[in-house]
């Protein structure tokens, strides 16, 4: 199985603030990485998918990058609204597998 | 506009069966593959299985195979998750999930099971 590392296990940010959260997967999983946004009690929201590849109505603060075997989602400016949970997906091999999550806070 | 909308989740002793539906509308069902993804509470997100379009491949995580069934009816837009042999580690929320460059696009709002004597 693919393993997703992902850090840090939690953050706090400022408002404004540029924040990024990394994954690292065990193997070369070739741009298949999305990355997604739970907030409490809600269902994750697709935000980056193909690695750099901004979902439709997602705000342009939000990016991604990497390739092969490291990826990391960019937060450009923190708001309020970004607070939550954030993690990320690999989609090149079954089984399908996640990062363990970041847990996103205003400082 | 896309909705999944989840169902047939509540509380099921060990050993016992569960069907989840998925019911989908605001776009050709058909045309895509479909996932389930679970998460335990308070923990992190798992993928359970996947469908392709028109239902002739199944992919399934190691835990549960053998004991659960993913299909499909495209004539109905509904994604189903048979579940058989359920074990308290099965306690989740249920989500359903449309595929999207080997991502899960759009998501239901999750359908509840707990496995519990």
């Known amino acids: 199985d693919i393993q997703m590392t992902q850090s840090p296990a939690s953050l706090s940010a400022s408002l404004g603030e540029t924040i990024s959260i990394e994954c690292r997967a065990s193997?070369?999983?070739?741009?298949?990485l999305a990355w997604y946004q739970q907030k409490s009690g809600k269902s994750p929201q697709l935000l980056i998918y193909?690695?750099?590849r901004l979902q439709d109505g997602v705000p342009s603060r939000f990016s991604g990058s990497g390739s092969g075997t490291q990826y990391s989602l960019k937060i450009s400016g923190m708001q309020p609204e970004d607070e939550g949970d954030y993690f990320c997906?690999?989609?090149?091999?079954?089984?399908?597998?996640f990062g363990s999550g970041t847990k996103l806070e205003i400082k | 506009e896309v909705q999944l909308v989840e169902s047939g989740g509540g509380l099921v002793q060990p050993g016992r069966s569960l069907k989840l539906s998925c019911a989908a509308s605001?776009?050709?069902?058909?045309?895509?593959?479909m996932h389930w993804i679970r998460q335990a509470p308070t923990k992190g997100l798992e993928w359970v299985a996947s469908?392709?379009?028109?239902?002739?491949?199944?992919y399934y995580r190691d835990s549960v195979k053998g004991r659960f069934t993913i299909s499909r009816d495209n004539a109905k837009s509904t994604l189903y998750l048979q579940m058989d042999s359920l074990r308290s580690e099965d306690t989740a929320t249920y989500y359903c999930?449309?595929?999207?460059?080997?991502?899960?696009?759009?998501w239901g709002q999750g359908t509840l099971v707990t496995v519990s004597s």
């Open positions: 193909a690695a750099n």
């Open positions: 999930a449309t595929d999207y460059y080997s991502s899960f696009a759009y």
């Open positions: 605001g776009f050709t069902f058909s045309n895509y593959g």
């Open positions: 997906l690999q989609g090149s091999k079954f089984p399908l597998t």
């Open positions: 193997e070369d999983i070739y741009s298949n």
């Open positions: 469908i392709s379009p028109s239902g002739g491949s199944t």
